[in-house]
């Protein structure tokens, strides 16, 4: 299984961008897919992440404002991100995890920069 992100860019504070994350390979129909960041300094931390069955989880500075969705029959997952700020501005990864399969997959990061 392989990951590819793409979608990161410079953006002005307030603006938009929407993150993709195509998988191929041997996917488990049981899986949770997820967006993890990483500023400089910091940790990697959860952002976002959406089981095989829709189900939807958000870090809470996130909420209400990035937006994680799947498209199983193109084997992408999304993440829209409005209403950026300067705060978010992070390499972001893609992740898919299947615990009965023992998978966890990183695909490499893309970069949101957010300008204030």
């Known amino acids: 299984v392989q990951l590819q992100a793409s979608g990161g860019g410079l953006v002005q504070a307030g603006g938009s961008l929407r993150l993709s994350c195509f998988t191929s390979g041997r996917i488990p129909r049981s899986n949770k897919m997820g967006w993890y960041r990483q500023a400089p300094g910091n940790e990697r931390e959860l952002v976002a992440a959406i089981s095989s069955g829709g189900r939807t989880e958000y870090a809470d500075s996130v909420k209400g404002r990035f937006t994680i969705s799947r498209d199983n029959a193109q084997n992408t997952v999304y993440l829209q991100m409005n209403t950026l700020k300067a705060e978010d501005t992070a390499v972001y990864y893609c992740?898919?995890?299947?615990?009965?399969?023992?998978?966890?997959?990183w695909g490499q990061g893309t970069l949101v920069t957010v300008s204030s």
């Open positions: 992740n898919l995890n299947s615990v009965p399969y023992g998978l966890d997959v």
